[in-house]
Protein backbone atom coordinates (compact mmCIF):
# COMPACT_ATOMS: atom_id res chain seq x y z
CA UNK A 1 0.00 0.00 0.00
CA UNK A 2 1.18 2.78 -1.11
CA UNK A 3 1.79 6.56 1.34
CA UNK A 4 0.01 8.64 -0.85
CA UNK A 5 -3.30 7.90 -2.52
CA UNK A 6 -3.90 8.01 -6.18
CA UNK A 7 -6.69 7.20 -8.70
CA UNK A 8 -6.04 3.55 -10.61
CA UNK A 9 -7.10 5.30 -13.52
CA UNK A 10 -8.57 8.77 -15.26
CA UNK A 11 -9.19 9.22 -19.03
CA UNK A 12 -10.14 12.35 -21.52
CA UNK A 13 -10.54 13.12 -25.25
CA UNK A 14 -8.14 15.04 -26.73
CA UNK A 15 -8.40 18.59 -25.73
CA UNK A 16 -10.14 18.07 -22.42
CA UNK A 17 -8.90 18.58 -19.49
CA UNK A 18 -8.36 15.94 -16.60
CA UNK A 19 -7.07 16.08 -12.71
CA UNK A 20 -5.28 13.70 -10.64
CA UNK A 21 -5.53 13.82 -6.97
CA UNK A 22 -3.18 12.63 -4.46
CA UNK A 23 -3.90 12.25 -0.61
CA UNK A 24 -1.86 12.23 1.76
CA UNK A 25 -1.34 13.01 5.58
CA UNK A 26 -0.71 16.40 7.32
CA UNK A 27 2.56 15.08 7.78
CA UNK A 28 3.70 15.02 4.00
CA UNK A 29 1.53 16.38 1.36
CA UNK A 30 0.16 18.46 3.93
CA UNK A 31 2.54 19.72 5.30
CA UNK A 32 5.15 20.31 3.29
CA UNK A 33 5.11 22.45 -0.11
CA UNK A 34 7.44 19.88 -1.60
CA UNK A 35 4.75 18.15 -3.84
CA UNK A 36 5.80 16.77 -7.30
CA UNK A 37 4.75 14.93 -10.20
CA UNK A 38 5.87 12.15 -12.43
CA UNK A 39 5.31 11.08 -15.82
CA UNK A 40 6.31 7.45 -16.76
CA UNK A 41 6.47 6.45 -20.18
CA UNK A 42 7.42 3.13 -21.26
CA UNK A 43 10.86 2.26 -22.05
CA UNK A 44 11.51 6.05 -21.51
CA UNK A 45 13.27 6.99 -17.96
CA UNK A 46 10.71 9.11 -16.11
CA UNK A 47 10.30 12.56 -16.38
CA UNK A 48 9.01 15.28 -13.88
CA UNK A 49 6.39 17.28 -14.39
CA UNK A 50 5.51 19.66 -11.64
CA UNK A 51 7.82 20.59 -8.20
CA UNK A 52 7.50 22.29 -5.68
CA UNK A 53 2.90 21.78 -6.12
CA UNK A 54 2.75 24.34 -8.70
CA UNK A 55 6.49 24.96 -10.84
CA UNK A 56 7.10 23.72 -14.14
CA UNK A 57 10.37 22.28 -15.08
CA UNK A 58 11.74 24.09 -18.52
CA UNK A 59 10.67 21.70 -21.60
CA UNK A 60 7.06 20.97 -19.62
CA UNK A 61 4.09 22.76 -21.53
CA UNK A 62 2.21 25.10 -19.68
CA UNK A 63 -0.71 22.35 -20.06
CA UNK A 64 0.45 20.80 -17.11
CA UNK A 65 -0.25 22.80 -13.54
CA UNK A 66 -0.56 21.57 -9.90
CA UNK A 67 -2.21 22.80 -6.79
CA UNK A 68 -2.67 21.36 -3.10
CA UNK A 69 -5.27 22.03 -0.78
CA UNK A 70 -4.72 20.61 2.99
CA UNK A 71 -3.34 16.86 2.36
CA UNK A 72 -4.11 16.71 -1.27
CA UNK A 73 -2.60 17.87 -4.38
CA UNK A 74 -3.59 17.60 -7.85
CA UNK A 75 -1.78 17.53 -11.21
CA UNK A 76 -4.45 19.17 -13.63
CA UNK A 77 -3.93 18.21 -17.64
CA UNK A 78 -5.47 21.04 -20.01
CA UNK A 79 -5.42 20.50 -23.79
CA UNK A 80 -4.88 16.74 -23.37
CA UNK A 81 -2.67 15.37 -26.31
CA UNK A 82 -2.31 11.72 -27.27
CA UNK A 83 1.42 11.94 -26.18
CA UNK A 84 -0.37 13.00 -22.42
CA UNK A 85 -0.85 9.47 -21.94
CA UNK A 86 1.15 7.82 -19.71
CA UNK A 87 1.40 6.78 -15.47
CA UNK A 88 1.71 9.48 -13.43
CA UNK A 89 2.92 9.81 -9.96
CA UNK A 90 3.17 12.27 -7.20
CA UNK A 91 5.53 12.13 -4.35
CA UNK A 92 6.04 14.65 -1.60
CA UNK A 93 8.36 14.74 0.83
CA UNK A 94 7.81 13.92 4.47
CA UNK A 95 10.40 15.23 7.05
CA UNK A 96 13.55 13.40 8.37
CA UNK A 97 14.74 13.01 5.01
CA UNK A 98 11.96 10.48 4.45
CA UNK A 99 9.94 10.89 0.94
CA UNK A 100 6.85 8.87 -0.16
CA UNK A 101 5.08 8.36 -3.39
CA UNK A 102 1.76 7.19 -4.51
CA UNK A 103 0.79 4.07 -6.21
CA UNK A 104 0.58 5.54 -9.72
CA UNK A 105 -2.56 6.67 -11.97
CA UNK A 106 -2.81 6.23 -15.66
CA UNK A 107 -4.14 8.51 -18.00
CA UNK A 108 -5.59 7.05 -20.84
CA UNK A 109 -6.38 9.69 -23.86
CA UNK A 110 -9.41 7.92 -25.63
CA UNK B 1 22.35 16.54 -21.72
CA UNK B 2 21.71 15.02 -18.37
CA UNK B 3 21.75 10.97 -18.59
CA UNK B 4 22.02 8.73 -15.79
CA UNK B 5 22.40 4.95 -16.60
CA UNK B 6 21.82 1.84 -14.21
CA UNK B 7 23.22 -1.68 -14.51
CA UNK B 8 23.65 -4.49 -12.36
CA UNK B 9 20.37 -5.76 -12.02
CA UNK B 10 19.74 -9.59 -12.26
CA UNK B 11 18.46 -12.54 -10.50
CA UNK B 12 19.48 -13.49 -7.38
CA UNK B 13 18.14 -15.54 -4.75
CA UNK B 14 16.51 -14.72 -1.26
CA UNK B 15 19.46 -14.20 1.33
CA UNK B 16 21.77 -13.25 -1.58
CA UNK B 17 23.86 -10.10 -2.45
CA UNK B 18 23.49 -7.55 -5.62
CA UNK B 19 25.60 -4.42 -6.03
CA UNK B 20 23.56 -1.36 -8.31
CA UNK B 21 25.72 1.22 -10.12
CA UNK B 22 24.68 4.49 -11.92
CA UNK B 23 26.90 6.33 -14.45
CA UNK B 24 26.36 9.95 -14.35
CA UNK B 25 27.06 12.28 -17.23
CA UNK B 26 26.17 15.73 -18.78
CA UNK B 27 26.25 17.61 -15.48
CA UNK B 28 28.84 18.19 -12.21
CA UNK B 29 27.91 15.07 -10.22
CA UNK B 30 30.01 16.14 -7.31
CA UNK B 31 27.31 18.79 -6.56
CA UNK B 32 23.53 16.88 -6.51
CA UNK B 33 22.55 14.99 -3.89
CA UNK B 34 21.77 11.10 -5.40
CA UNK B 35 18.93 8.83 -4.69
CA UNK B 36 17.87 5.23 -5.13
CA UNK B 37 14.15 4.92 -6.10
CA UNK B 38 12.60 1.52 -6.95
CA UNK B 39 9.09 0.29 -8.68
CA UNK B 40 7.12 -2.37 -7.23
CA UNK B 41 5.54 -4.61 -9.71
CA UNK B 42 1.97 -3.19 -9.60
CA UNK B 43 2.57 -1.49 -6.40
CA UNK B 44 4.06 2.22 -7.38
CA UNK B 45 7.41 3.53 -6.42
CA UNK B 46 9.00 3.33 -3.47
CA UNK B 47 11.65 5.86 -1.83
CA UNK B 48 15.01 3.71 -0.78
CA UNK B 49 17.87 5.92 0.06
CA UNK B 50 19.53 9.32 -0.38
CA UNK B 51 23.74 10.33 -0.24
CA UNK B 52 24.82 13.84 0.13
CA UNK B 53 26.64 15.56 -2.45
CA UNK B 54 30.43 14.18 -1.23
CA UNK B 55 29.05 11.42 0.53
CA UNK B 56 29.16 12.01 3.80
CA UNK B 57 25.38 11.90 5.03
CA UNK B 58 23.39 8.76 4.18
CA UNK B 59 19.11 8.43 4.91
CA UNK B 60 17.28 5.00 4.02
CA UNK B 61 14.14 4.15 4.43
CA UNK B 62 13.23 1.81 7.58
CA UNK B 63 12.32 -1.27 4.41
CA UNK B 64 15.82 -1.26 3.71
CA UNK B 65 18.11 0.08 6.21
CA UNK B 66 20.34 -2.06 7.50
CA UNK B 67 19.97 -4.49 4.98
CA UNK B 68 20.45 -1.78 1.65
CA UNK B 69 23.87 0.75 1.69
CA UNK B 70 24.08 3.56 -0.60
CA UNK B 71 27.56 5.21 -1.63
CA UNK B 72 29.25 6.97 -4.54
CA UNK B 73 32.82 7.95 -6.22
CA UNK B 74 32.99 11.51 -7.28
CA UNK B 75 35.75 10.90 -9.28
CA UNK B 76 34.01 8.30 -11.66
CA UNK B 77 30.37 10.23 -12.13
CA UNK B 78 29.06 6.85 -10.10
CA UNK B 79 26.55 6.04 -7.65
CA UNK B 80 26.19 2.71 -6.29
CA UNK B 81 23.58 0.49 -3.84
CA UNK B 82 24.66 -2.47 -2.30
CA UNK B 83 21.74 -4.47 -1.72
CA UNK B 84 22.36 -7.48 1.52
CA UNK B 85 19.75 -10.53 2.25
CA UNK B 86 17.63 -9.75 -0.50
CA UNK B 87 14.25 -10.54 0.04
CA UNK B 88 11.35 -11.53 -2.83
CA UNK B 89 9.91 -8.10 -1.89
CA UNK B 90 12.61 -6.96 -3.29
CA UNK B 91 12.13 -7.64 -6.74
CA UNK B 92 11.63 -4.66 -8.78
CA UNK B 93 13.31 -1.53 -10.73
CA UNK B 94 15.89 0.07 -9.43
CA UNK B 95 15.98 3.73 -10.30
CA UNK B 96 18.92 6.10 -10.40
CA UNK B 97 17.72 9.82 -9.46
CA UNK B 98 19.07 13.57 -9.39
CA UNK B 99 17.75 15.49 -6.29
CA UNK B 100 16.28 18.90 -8.29
CA UNK B 101 17.40 20.90 -4.27
CA UNK B 102 14.00 21.37 -4.29
CA UNK B 103 13.27 17.80 -2.06
CA UNK B 104 12.06 16.82 -5.83
CA UNK B 105 13.63 14.44 -8.41
CA UNK B 106 14.61 15.98 -11.48
CA UNK B 107 16.05 13.42 -13.47
CA UNK B 108 16.08 9.90 -13.46
CA UNK B 109 17.59 6.80 -15.76
CA UNK B 110 15.68 4.29 -17.32
CA UNK B 111 15.66 1.64 -14.55
CA UNK B 112 17.51 -1.88 -13.86
CA UNK B 113 15.33 -4.93 -12.85
CA UNK B 114 16.25 -7.07 -10.01
CA UNK B 115 14.31 -10.44 -9.53
CA UNK B 116 14.54 -12.55 -6.32
CA UNK B 117 13.56 -15.65 -6.62
CA UNK B 118 14.15 -19.23 -5.97
Known amino acids: QSALTQPRSVSGSPGQSVTISCAGTSSDVGQYKYVSWYQFLPGKAPRLSIYDVNKRPSGVPDRFSGSKSGNTASLHISGLQTEDEADYYCSSYAGGFNWVFGGGTKLTVL | EVQLVESGGAAVQPGGSLRLSCVAS????????MHWVRQLPGKGLEWLSV????????FSADSVKGRFTISRDNSKHSLYLVMNTVRSEDTAFYYC???????????WGRGTLVTVSS
Open chain 2, 97 to 107: VRDNTDWSFDY
Open chain 2, 26 to 33: GFNFGDYN
Open chain 2, 51 to 58: ISRDGSST
